[in-house]
C-alpha cells in the first residue's frame, strides 16, 4: 500500500489536535503532535524537555534543530510505515524545507496539507476554555464538556489540567508568533500544490467533513 502523510497546519486553538483524529482514523497513519512530545519530554524532565520548556510556557517556538530532529527520528518509527500526520510541525519556513528534504532523502511521499482557518478572536476563547488529559492528552473545553482542571478525564480516567501556555498572554504571544512565522508557509505549500485550506469555525463534526471532502476533491490553485 503506498504511503500517505499530512500536515496539519493552522494556529494555535485551530482545532488540530481535534481533526487529528478523524485523519488519522481515516488513513490508519501515525499521530505525530510535536507540542505533545514535548510537553512529555518536559513532563519526564529529559533534557529535550529541559531545553523546551522555557520557550514553550512563554510562546514561543524551540529552536528549529531540536524539533527537525525529533521528527526525523519519529517518521522513521514502525508505525509510520503506512504514512503519518504532523500536527504542530512544520512551523517555520527552514522546518519546512528540512521536512521536505528529509522526506525525499527517507524516499516517503510528500504530504498534503491541511490548513485550518480560524480567526483571532475565536482562538482565544477556545484556548483560555481548553483543559486537556495528563494521561491520554484528549482535548475538552470547559464551555462544551462539563469540567474543569482536577476533574477526572471521561476517556482514561486521568487527570485534567490546563496547558501553561493557555494563560492569555502567553496565547497573544503565540497568535503573534504565529503570523509572524507560521503565515508565510500558507503560499510556500499552496505554490506547490500541496494545500488545502478548510474552515475551521463551524462545529467539530462540519470541519471533519469539509475537511475529508477538500482532500478527496485535490489541491487548492497556486497562487
Ligand atoms: P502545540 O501543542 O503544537 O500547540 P499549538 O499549535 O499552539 O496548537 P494547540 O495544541 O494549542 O491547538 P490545536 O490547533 O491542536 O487545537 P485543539 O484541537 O487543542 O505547541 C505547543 C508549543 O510547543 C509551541 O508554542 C512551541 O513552543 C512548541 N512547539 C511545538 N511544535 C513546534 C515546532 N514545530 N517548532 C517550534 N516549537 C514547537 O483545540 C483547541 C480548543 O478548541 C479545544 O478546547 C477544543 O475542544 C476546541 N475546539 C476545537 N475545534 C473546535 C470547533 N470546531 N468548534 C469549537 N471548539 C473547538
Do not use: W
Request: one cysteine or more; proline letters at 5%; aromatic letters at 4%.
Amino acid at each position: 500500500m503506498a504511503q500517505r502523510n499530512f500536515i496539519l497546519l493552522g494556529p494555535p486553538g485551530a482545532g488540530k489536535g481535534t481533526q487529528a483524529a478523524a485523519l488519522v482514523k481515516r488513513f490508519g497513519v501515525a499521530h505525530i503532535s510535536t507540542g505533545d512530545m514535548l510537553r512529555e519530554a518536559v513532563e519526564k524532565g529529559t533534557e529535550l524537555g529541559r531545553q523546551g520548556q522555557e520557550y514553550m510556557n512563554a510562546g514561543k517556538l524551540v529552536p528549529d534543530d531540536l524539533v527537525i530532529n525529533i521528527v526525523r527520528q519519529r517518521v522513521q518509527e514502525s508505525d509510520c510505515e503506512a504514512g503519518f500526520l504532523l500536527d504542530g510541525f512544520p512551523r517555520t519556513l527552514a522546518q519546512a524545507e528540512a521536512l521536505s528534504a528529509m522526506v525525499d532523502e527517507l524516499g516517503l511521499a510528500q504530504p498534503r496539507v491541511v490548513n485550518i482557518v480560524v480567526d483571532d478572536e475565536e482562538i482565544l476563547r477556545r484556548l483560555s476554555g481548553r483543559r486537556m488529559c495528563r494521561e491520554c492528552n484528549a482535548i475538552y473545553h470547559v464551555a462544551q464538556h462539563n469540567l474543569d482542571v482536577g476533574d477526572t478525564c471521561p476517556a482514561c480516567g486521568g487527570k485534567i489540567y490546563q496547558r501553561p501556555d493557555d494563560q492569555k498572554e502567553a496565547i497573544a504571544e503565540r497568535l503573534r508568533v504565529y503570523h509572524q512565522q507560521t503565515d508565510p508557509l500558507v503560499p510556500y505549500y499552496t505554490d506547490r500544490g500541496q494545500l488545502v485550506a478548510v474552515p475551521g469555525e463551524g462545529p467539530i463534526d462540519e470541519v471533519r467533513d469539509a475537511m475529508l471532502d477538500r482532500l478527496a476533491a485535490g489541491p487548492d490553485e497556486g497562487a
